[in-house]
């Protein structure tokens, strides 16, 4: 295992393990197949993992306990780094910081946590919880040892990124970050602006939830089948990560054996300044092969947000093109019923044309907002049925 150092000469595992994808008895998150779990999670261990990032919501929120009984009978506390997060959503008084953060030290059975992370801030969520003392709180919870070091995860535009960053004298970010992503919420620049900032910076998503590490079919296989490496899909995007120095902790959601053994044996032989000139033409090949599956050319640029019906339409067409560029459909629908309330999906679109109007590409975005909706919409049973 390969160690970056932290603030006051810790040593983390450059491999987090992220406890938001545990095997679990059939289909229903809530309940972890713990027999499983465990031996993840003592595989991971005794390869020298010493990152463990849970969160309050993680497995309809059984991942927190879960952890803090693995790790009260395996007497493993006191041998790894504990990471949780604050569900800031959910706190509407000053008083609800404190009562989420005894509730979470009585769920991991400890008397502190190491990283504590302030969960999925965005510009507004943030100046919510502002206003409600979350500084003065995280300087108490440092205070009195209940929290060793304050973070948060981040989730919003790029530019929103570092107003928050500089907003309070964090110890460490999370962002998203992988090589299809450099550019999405807070990137490479904020992954730089941490770093140059004192922050260590904790990476999520590394295969976009799996996305990056198949090529199992069709032309995605015939592609790897033409590249001259023993890298997997997997174990390649690992690496860009770890190739930079920025980077402290990447965060894997493994469930199974196979997963852990092969992100253990990445993580040995990975480090700063390991990417070769070869493995970035293979970079730049699936780059090049995902991107040209693309349905609609948007941008992001977000020049078509003055919409009347308030529709998200950059993340609409994210969610449409994703669905195409991984050949992964299913997640993409998920995303699109979950994370758009019905009141502003795309088959709200009143024909205005004012998005056209600003659209610097010059999209039919009214005509692809229509077959965006109807793809992302439909079901497994209607897809079965057609």
Known sequence: MQYR?????????????GAMRLPTLGDDAG???????????TQAI??????????WPYHKQASE???????????????????TKLPCWECRTPEDFAKYL???????????IDFYLLHALDAYRFSEIQKLGICEFLDQAKASGKIHYAGFSYHDLPENFLPILEAYPFDFVQIQLNYMDEDFQAGLAGLRAAHQRGCAVMIMEPLRGGQLA??????????????DTNLTPASLALKYLWDKAEVTCVLSGMGAPQEVAENLQSAHQFTVGGLTDADRRILQALRAFYRDRI??????????TQCPKIIPIPSIFKYYNEAFMYGDTPTSRQRYQNNIMDDFKASQCIQCGLCEDHCPQQLPIRETLKKAHAFLSKTSQEVTEA
């Open 46 to 55: 005794e390869g020298g993992v010493n990152y463990i990032d849970t969160a």
């Open 214 to 227: 198949s090529a199992k079919s069709g032309d995605l296989k015939a592609l790897w089948e033409g590249f």
């Open 65 to 83: 306990p879960f952890i803090g009984k693995f790790l009260e009978e395996n007497r493993l506390r006191d041998k790894i780094y504990l990471a």
């Open 295 to 304: 349905q609609v050319d948007c941008t992001g640029c977000r020049y078509c």
């Open 5 to 17: 150092y932290f603030k006051d000469n810790l040593r983390l595992s450059q491999l987090g393990f």
């Open 31 to 41: 309940y972890i197949d713990e027999a499983k779990a465990a031996a993840c999670l």
């Open 102 to 112: 005894d509730t979470q030290l009585d769920r991991l059975h400890t008397d502190h």
